[in-house]
């Protein structure tokens, strides 16, 4: 393929764990992928390990996606270098633990920055390159963009927000042809899924609030199984897809029956008990 008809990706948030999963499956699909990050050191090392799989370099960028003047810098240099935009999979944000009564605005705002302008900066500033190739948007929200259980902090509603504006762009959108897609999965297993959130946890939570997903008894999805699900909204342009499967129509019993609702999330959430 000539430079012009090779398909451009940009994963956010690239270097490590999900992000670098995504890449690596683009990678693999003769995708010319771009991965940015806040450190160079680690961004230039995950560049490198991916190259290895791939018939072309990975392109990487340092960039703060919270920063608009960053994230413009970033698509001046994709469109300057690869001279056209098809995929993004924003994967930049973060968790938190704690309840409602300890949440502080400037706690909502850190979640707010890293979870949903972030992924707003981005949109925003790609908007020219996706329509010309009529592109995909994959923004990686999680069960949290779906319901709220306790002692996640702020975490669910950072996580709705996003929903909300995956939703609201997916509409707005399709008439130039892009296409805005959500990917909600569960806990992902990691190496750090015992000792991850100690730091988050505030006194009064329950040890299993320190687990992945605040404790829910929902089993670790490998990489792979939220890799597919992000590769099955870039090629089939699914609007909204939750992980494990088995969870959406449950999740749908909860929005028509709140009671219900309210009950499944005590019975499969952690409890002070």
């Not at 683009?26 to 050191?41: C, F, M």
């Not at 392109?59 to 608009?68: E, I, K, N």
């Not at 996706?130 to 929200?141: D, P, T």
């Amino acid at each position: 393929m000539s430079p012009s008809t090779i398909p451009v990706a940009l994963v956010t948030g690239g270097s490590a764990g999900l992000g670098r999963a995504i890449a690596m499956r683009l990678v693999e699909k003769d995708y010319q992928v771009w991965i940015t990050g806040r450190t160079e050191r680690t961004l230039r090392q995950a560049a490198t390990e991916l190259s290895l799989g791939s018939r072309r370099p990975i392109q990487f960028a340092v960039a703060d996606v919270t920063r608009p003047q960053d994230v413009e810098q970033l698509i001046l240099r994709i469109a300057k270098e690869s001279q056209r935009l098809d995929v993004i999979v924003n994967c930049v944000g973060t968790s938190d633990r704690g309840l409602i009564e300890g949440l502080t605005p400037d706690r909502v705002h850190e979640l707010i920055d890293q979870n949903v302008v972030s992924t707003l900066n981005v949109c925003q500033a790609s908007l020219a390159l996706l329509a010309e190739s009529q592109g995909v948007i994959v923004n990686i929200g999680s069960l949290a963009s779906k319901v709220s259980p306790r002692f996640l902090g702020g975490y669910s509603i950072a996580k709705h927000s996003l929903a909300a504006l995956t939703s609201q762009l997916r509409l707005e959108l399709k008439p130039q042809g892009i296409h805005v897609g959500l990917v909600s999965p569960g806990p992902i297993r990691r190496d750090d899924a015992g000792s991850r959130y100690n730091d988050h946890v505030e006194d009064g939570l329950p040890d299993q609030a320190k687990k992945p997903g605040g404790g829910t008894r929902v089993s670790g999805l490998p990489p792979e199984v939220v890799v597919d699900a992000v590769m099955k909204c870039i090629v089939k342009r699914s609007p909204d897809l939750i992980r494990p499967r088995y969870l959406r129509p449950l999740i749908a019993i909860g929005h028509l029956f709140p009671r219900c609702g309210d009950w499944l999330l005590m019975k499969f959430t952690s409890s002070k008990s």
